[in-house]
């Protein structure tokens, strides 16, 4: 029979010993051959119990102990299965293919102790050896399969439990892989249909019960945070994001995404910083979570951190080539080119979108703050200083009330292309025109330190 014959290549069949009753060694032979039987269709259960009704019959034959233990490594029961492979060992030491068992539990007790530790990527390894040995070990498979969502790697881990539920579609340590591989996906709702289903064929899988737990708490605060934000209750939605937060930090997707969302409540509630910090904590969980580098480069711009504004819109315009994403860019750039001239509404200490009036009034303002007759009785530091405020005061008017030179300056044009060269700028001019002309203005010292002004 031909998987007879495989199954005693593998176990390195050796003569049988020579028995006194001849019928029960026919009898055990038929029992071995109806375990090979059931070994090659992979019911290891039934090969299991012919085996050991053959090894009943003929206690002493190496090859039946060699064929129920690696029925017993196909089951995933290596310390009974060393315990047969010694035993045939003994009887016959052709059999030391099945020293390898000790291998797979020493394989299985490093993987148990590195789970506990988190470190997933040496039991995903330990566990790739251990399948070399028993490659239809199901709980091998499984914590494989387990560790590969955690590391992130869901396609694979997908493939496994696949294959499993293939063969089992009631296996709920599959179910449960597959759903926490859609959990981490952030397809919740698909997520919890596998974990139902899961605890329907094992109602007592802590794992499934406390992923499911998760999963609908998190669904859950996440609608209720949406909801108070498109309500307008930032401060109700903020709590709500945080606290949803805290359900599991193992959820990198949906935490990314619940970051940038708060990150967006901060922004309204103008708590820039914070923004920024929340969006910082989104893309270190999610590099490539394009919302989360828009909805950051926003708060930079707002902050007047240009050069972090335009690193973020390169990398959104690198990742995604749309008009709109090049765009912002473009506008990102323009405004840290602007950043680097002078300020002239900060000079002025207006604001972007102040009229013709209050430009006028803030220039009287600050061309009297610092024009040098004032400042006259200083030391010579404090005059220099004086002055050049004086001549920025000037120039920051001559700009900003001039509408066609305030056009030019907003949209980012360099004013010294345009014929605007203000290296040879007087402010005394601008002052005089400003005040009526000679005459029509000068400080009077009242005592000492003390000014008073005085208008024709």
């Known amino acids: 029979m031909a998987a007879a014959a495989e199954c005693d290549v593998v176990m390195a069949a050796t003569e049988p010993e020579l028995l006194d009753d ?25 090969a299991y119990n012919y085996y050991t009704k053959a090894i009943d019959m003929c206690p002493k034959n190496a090859s039946y102990y060699g064929n129920r233990a690696a029925t017993l490594m196909m089951l995933g029961k290596f310390r009974e299965a060393l315990g047969d492979a010694q035993q045939s060992v003994r009887l016959d030491d052709s059999f030391v293919r099945f020293k390898n068992a000790n291998a797979v539990i020493e394989y299985e007790k490093i993987a148990e ?24 070990c199901h709980r091998f498979k499984i914590l494989k399969a387990e560790c590969l969502a955690m590391l992130g790697r869901y396609p694979e881990a997908q493939s496994v439990a696949s294959d499993i539920l293939r063969m089992d579609s009631t296996n709920a340590d599959a179910l449960y892989v597959r759903g926490l591989c859609l959990y981490y ?35 859950a605060k996440k609608e209720d945070g949406n909801k108070a934000f498109k309500e307008g209750n930032y401060k109700l939605a903020y709590e709500l994001y945080t606290e949803a937060l805290g359900i599991d930090p ?28 929340d969006c910082t904590n989104a893309v270190k969980l999610d590099d490539t979570y394009i919302k989360a580098y828009l909805r950051r480069a926003q708060c930079y711009l ?3 951190q240009y050069e972090e504004a335009v690193r973020d819109y390169e990398k959104v315009y690198q990742t995604e080539k749309t008009k709109e994403h090049k765009q912002l ?27 013709e009036d209050e430009i006028k009034k803030a ?94």
Request: glycine residues 6%; hydrophobic residues 30%; charged residues 35%.
């Open 22 to 46: 001849e019928e029960a060694k026919r009898e055990a032979e038929s029992f071995k051959e109806q375990g090979n039987a059931y070994y090659a269709k992979k019911d290891y259960n039934e």
């Open 113 to 136: 102790t590195d789970f506990e530790k988190r470190d997933f990527r040496k039991v995903v390894f330990c566990m790739d050896r251990a399948l070399e040995y028993a490659p239809a």
């Open 185 to 219: 996906e952030d397809c919740i709702e698909k997520a919890v249909q596998f974990f139902v289903q899961a605890l329907r064929m094992a109602p007592d899988h802590e794992k499934a019960c406390v992923a499911c737990r998760n999963a609908k708490a998190l669904k």
């Open 250 to 277: 193992n959820n990198i997707k949906t935490n990314a995404k619940l970051y940038c969302n708060r990150g967006t409540v901060n922004s309204k509630l103008r708590k820039l910083d914070d923004a920024i910090e």
């Open 302 to 304: 707002d902050t007047e």
């Open 329 to 355: 860019l473009k506008n990102a750039q323009l405004e840290l080119k602007k950043s680097k001239r002078k300020d002239y509404y900060k000079i002025l200490g207006v604001d972007k979108n102040a009229s």
């Open 363 to 456: 220039y009287r303002k600050r061309a009297l703050m610092h024009h040098p007759d004032r400042h006259s009785g200083a030391s010579a530091e404090v005059q220099k200083e004086e002055e050049k405020k004086f001549k920025e005061v000037g120039e920051a008017f001559t700009i900003l009330s001039d509408p066609k030179k305030k056009t030019r300056y907003d949209s980012g044009q360099d004013l010294d292309e345009e014929g605007m060269n203000m290296g040879d700028f007087d402010a005394n001019n601008i002052f005089k025109a400003f005040f009526g002309g000679p005459g029509g203005f000068s400080f009077e010292a009242s005592g000492p330190g003390n000014f008073f002004f005085q208008f024709g």
